[in-house]
């Protein structure tokens, strides 16, 4: 079953616009990750945030947690037509000794040059 | 390292047949995890291992479906027998820990079962 839902499905900018996903939640978590997906190919790891950690950077990439609402973000700013593709996020549950891995289904993201 | 290794790229398969995926995770990476991927479902997760043990494995959609994990280097999901709607991409992915830590994913087998 999936843990995580993002929002939009799909969403289509112009290069050099910000491009914001958002996901969703529904039991607590011990932290949350982001995965970018080019069409055919494997996922590659784009940034963790820890449940305790509010926000993080890591190049133009922002993501944001907040537990309360059981709800995070990923800003990309200044978008290049390669960042095209799927963005997921994705959460590993806390509590016991199950650490698995679930996924949302994702958003699909179209820079346009 | 060369990451995740998967094997095969593709495979097209009867109805009916045995199909055998094969995953070689990270070296040094402790935690296993299968996936398959469609349009319509996204990204389930099948089974999850730590430490070459089963720890989840409530995503298997039936009996049809088994894996293995014999040593820490190799791990199999075998279906058996195969239906056309097994047809998927089957995404190994490995990470060091329980949890705390990226996962790196291998580049998929893409099933069709006709």
């Known amino acids: 079953s999936q843990q995580g839902e993002e929002d939009p499905q799909a969403l289509s900018i112009q290069e050099g616009e910000n491009a914001t996903m958002n996901c969703s939640y529904k039991?607590?978590?011990?932290?949350l990750q982001w995965y970018r997906q080019n069409s055919g190919r494997g996922l590659v790891h784009l940034i963790l945030?820890?449940?305790?950690?509010r926000e993080k950077h890591s190049g133009r990439l922002r993501v944001t947690l907040d537990t309360s609402k059981k709800s995070s973000s990923l800003l990309i700013t200044a978008s290049r037509a390669a960042d095209t593709a799927s963005y997921f996020c994705a959460t590993v549950n806390s509590g016991g000794s199950n650490y698995k891995l679930t996924f949302g289904k994702g958003t699909l993201l179209t820079v346009n040059p | 390292d060369a990451g995740v290794i998967q094997s095969p790229r593709h495979e097209v398969t009867e109805m009916g047949q045995e199909v055998t995926l094969r995953c070689k995770p990270i070296?040094?990476?402790?935690?296993l995890f299968w996936y398959r991927q469609t349009m319509m479902r996204g990204l389930e997760l099948l089974i999850y291992f730590n430490n070459n043990v089963p720890i989840d494995d409530s995503g298997m959609p039936e009996d049809r479906f088994s894996a293995k994990m014999p040593n820490a280097s190799f791990s199999t999901l075998k279906i058996q027998p195969s239906e056309p709607r097994d047809s998927a991409v089957y995404f190994c992915?490995?990470?060091?820990?329980?949890?705390?830590?990226?996962?790196?994913f291998g580049q998929g087998t893409r099933l069709t079962v006709v």
């Open positions: 945030i820890r449940s305790n950690e």
């Open positions: 039991t607590s978590i011990n932290n």
């Open positions: 992915a490995s990470s060091y820990g329980t949890g705390e830590t990226e996962a790196f």
């Open positions: 070296s040094g990476h402790n935690s």
